[in-house]
């Protein structure tokens, strides 16, 4: 009997020695089999003696050793890839003021700059019928030898102005001719009207010409001087368009940033020469003062 407990008891001692010593193993049961880099505690010895939590491994002035751990490149500067060497900026090149422009020359604005637009563009419609139309000196052929009628009609439904008459002597025929001052959109207009054999475009006449008394509105660029830009405008258009001037004034600016100085002009102008007038780009509006334009 004693020794059958005896042999019990051994047999028990021997099958919980294995369970034992199994509690006592320091590497997780699921690793066991597996190959030794599974093991964290490797991995944590060998990342500390030769990866990047050894602080040989990387540069002194970071702090923090795993900002980089995932990064495609490493930020350790090698012989291949040194720290690239500082480069000094350029020195700032002082910008030359540019000169005043000369009176009559308007500053063109190109893309990335800023400044004032380059020519006035007229907004959408007709508009008041005080402004400027573009006046021809034409002839108009009458049917008739006599036209005292049909001159009233020419004047009042077509704008014409009567400036005189020409006959023309041949072999065959005499011919009479009006001559006078028109708007150009209307030329169509007369040529349909009835009484009338021919329309056209002459030559600006070798006489006096047809003036009317007319207000325009003069824009000067902010970067011209207006004492100087005004009568020196004024003058050209005295010169080269037979401009009468009367007197010129400054208008009230619309804006403090308004990239133009406002002056209105009056005087007397050839009717030939409004649409030429017109046309500047440092002109904004004409008006007629003559109630028969």
């Given at each position: 009997?004693k ?6 008891f051994?047999?028990?001692?021997c099958c919980a020695?294995p369970?034992?010593?199994q ?7 699921r690793l066991?089999g597996?190959?030794?880099f599974s093991?964290p ?5 060998i990342?500390?003696?030769y990866g990047?939590?050894n602080?040989?491994?990387t540069?002194k ?7 980089f751990?995932?990064?495609p490149i490493?930020?350790v ?7 690239p ?6 020195p700032?090149v ?7 422009l ?6 063109v604005?190109?893309a ?14 007709d ?11 034409m ?17 009042t439904?077509c704008g014409?102005?009567f400036?005189?008459e020409?006959t ?5 025929y005499?011919r009479t ?9 209307n ?5 349909r009207?009835?009484?009338v054999?021919k329309?056209?475009v002459?030559?600006?006449s070798?006489?006096?010409?047809l003036?009317t008394?007319?207000?325009f ?14 009568p020196?405008?004024?003058k050209?258009?005295t ?7 009367e007197a010129?004034?400054?208008?009230p600016?619309k804006?403090v940033?308004s990239k133009?100085?406002?002056?209105g002009?009056?005087?007397?102008l050839p ?6 007038l ?5 002109v904004a509006?004409?008006e ?6």
């Amino acid at each position: 009997m004693k020794k059958n407990l005896i042999l019990a008891f051994s047999l028990a001692a021997c099958c919980a020695a294995p369970a034992a010593a199994q509690e006592q193993l320091s590497v997780d049961a699921r690793l066991i089999g597996g190959g030794s880099f599974s093991d964290p505690a490797f991995q944590d010895f060998i990342e500390t003696s030769y990866g990047y939590l050894n602080s040989k491994n990387t540069m002194k002035v970071r702090t923090d050793f795993s900002d980089f751990r995932d990064a495609p490149i490493s930020a350790v500067p090698t012989l291949k890839n040194p720290v690239p060497a500082a480069v000094k900026a350029a020195p700032a090149v002082p910008k030359k003021e540019e000169p005043a422009l000369p009176a009559g020359h308007y500053k063109v604005t190109f893309a990335g700059e800023s400044g004032p637009v380059g020519s006035f563009v007229w907004p959408l419609g007709d508009g008041s019928k005080k402004y400027a139309r573009e006046y021809v000196f034409m002839s108009v052929t009458p049917a008739e030898k006599d036209y005292s009628k049909l001159l009233p009609r020419l004047e009042t439904e077509c704008g014409f102005r009567f400036a005189g008459e020409k006959t023309f002597y041949s072999r065959t025929y005499k011919r009479t001719v009006i001559l006078g001052w028109a708007p150009a959109v209307n030329l169509v207009k007369i040529a349909r009207l009835k009484g009338v054999l021919k329309a056209a475009v002459e030559k600006k006449s070798a006489g006096v010409p047809l003036k009317t008394k007319v207000r325009f509105t003069l824009k000067v660029p902010y970067q011209n001087r207006p004492n100087e830009f005004v009568p020196e405008f004024i003058k050209s258009l005295t010169e080269h368009g037979g401009f009468s001037a009367e007197a010129w004034f400054r208008l009230p600016q619309k804006g403090v940033d308004s990239k133009f100085s406002v002056f209105g002009v009056t005087g007397s102008l050839p009717v030939d020469m409004i649409g030429e007038l017109s046309r500047s780009p440092f002109v904004a509006a004409v008006e007629f003062h003559d109630a028969s334009l």
